[in-house]
T-cell receptor, first 112, second 112 residues
Framework: AQSVTQPDIHITVSEGASLELRCNYS??????LFWYVQSPGQGLQLLLK??????LVQGIKGFEAEFKRSQSSFNLRKPSVHWSDAAEYFC??????????FGAGTTVTVRA | DGGITQSPKYLFRKEGQNVTLSCEQN?????MYWYRQDPGQGLRLIYY???????QKGDIAEGYSVSREKKESFPLTVTSAQKNPTAFYLC???????????FGEGSWLTVV
């Protein structure tokens, strides 16, 4: 069975500081990995995805993620956060797309 | 504009009543999904459909029903059998490769 763990429920970061969100997955084959962002009361927006190839993936809004097979991790990073990055972030794992499993999410608060 | 449209955005239902949430997409996507979101629990899959006139149960299908009579439409009915229906519902779709899922803006259902 596939599953995703996001160990941090809530992270507070200062504007301009770096951000790293952790994601650990369990999957029996080569995983397809995703990061989504959700603003309050809105749908989910795809930030980036990993299917194969280069293990460092670039996404929108200045985010990147690194796939580490040995650690079953797919952590999301941003070098310098903006106040507009305050949102909830979800990591997801799946196969050829027909069923994704999501983590419980990490809420990011940005302080001035 | 291409996208996924969910309606209504907010819905109130009395206990014992069925309610139907609409989801329409003009992305020509084959696969469509319904997820339920509760605070602190991430997204849970209710139903999904890979092609017209076919759908499968997800992880929490009890108390819900769906139909897929048209490629563009995947309505979800929350029946009176659903014990705790108050939640945020998200519709999603994916193209023929099925490897990236895109989301609508969601519908809030409150049982009063």
């Amino acid at each position: 069975a596939q599953s995703v763990t996001q160990p941090d429920i809530h992270i507070t970061v200062s504007e301009g500081a770096s951000l790293e969100l952790r994601c650990n997955y369990s999957y029996g084959a080569t995983p397809y990995l995703f990061w989504y962002v959700q603003s309050p009361g809105q749908g989910l927006q795809l930030l980036l995805k990993y299917f194969s190839g280069d293990t460092l993936v670039q996404g929108i809004k200045g985010f990147e993620a690194e796939f580490k097979r040995s650690q079953s991790s797919f952590n999301l990073r941003k070098p310098s956060v903006h106040w507009s990055d305050a949102a909830e972030y979800f990591c997801a794992v799946g196969n050829l797309g027909y069923k994704l499993s999501f983590g419980a999410g990490t809420t990011v608060t940005v302080r001035a | 504009d291409g996208g996924i449209t969910q309606s209504p955005k907010y819905l109130f239902r009395k206990e014992g009543q069925n309610v139907t949430l609409s989801c329409e997409q003009n992305l020509n996507h084959d696969a469509m999904y319904w997820y339920r979101q509760d605070p602190g629990q991430g997204l849970r899959l209710i139903y999904y459909s890979q092609i017209v006139n076919d759908f499968q149960k997800g992880d929490i299908a009890e108390g819900y029903s769906v139909s897929r009579e048209k490629k563009e439409s995947f309505p979800l009915t929350v029946t009176s059998a659903q014990k705790n229906p108050t939640a945020f519902y998200l519709c999603a779709s994916a193209g023929s490769s099925g490897n990236t899922i895109y989301f609508g803006e969601g519908s809030w259902l409150t049982v009063v």
